[in-house]
């Protein structure tokens, strides 16, 4: 009985771990896209990069995402399963996406990545029978 207990309280612990850091994400995303929306000149990109989009757009991108990051947190939180897969995706999506705006903030985004990789870690790390306390 000890050894469940002890794995519930890790389990437990990774869930929250993994939700918390979702949240702070998605907070971090949506003030990135907002910046990106409101203060067009703050991010600045050469010319011939082949994801170049307009810097209002990269805004509303980070803004979407991380709202939905931000949910998924929640969900997670909240200990629902399907919140865990969300998060798993929406970590991919935002590390995905922070990898393609390395070149208009690179330390922003490459702290991003490395959260977002943690959270996959996270909600990775156990599995279904883990998570089922008897």
């Known amino acids: ?12 612990g990774f869930a ?12 971090f995303q949506m003030v990135v896209g907002l910046t990106a929306i409101l203060e ?13 989009f307009n810097v209002t757009t990269w805004g509303w991108i980070h ?7 931000a949910i998924g947190g929640g ?3 909240a200990g629902q399963l399907w ?7 929406l970590a991919s999506l935002s590390a995905i996406a922070n990898f393609v705006f390395l070149p208009y903030y690179p330390l922003w985004s490459m702290l991003i990545i490395a959260a ?7 909600l990775t790390r156990y599995g279904r029978d883990e998570a089922v306390v008897r």
Not at 63 to 69: M, S
């Open 75 to 77: 969900a997670v939180l």
């Open 1 to 12: 009985m000890e050894t469940l207990q002890r794995q519930s309280r890790w389990v437990t």
């Open 16 to 27: 929250v771990f993994g939700g918390s850091m979702m949240l702070v994400i998605g907070i």
């Open 116 to 122: 977002d990789v943690a959270v996959i870690w996270a």
């Open 63 to 69: 803004l979407a995402l991380g709202v939905l990051v």
């Open 83 to 89: 919140g865990r897969v969300l998060g798993i995706v």
């Open 40 to 52: 067009r000149t703050f991010y600045v990109l050469a010319d011939n990069y082949i994801f170049g």
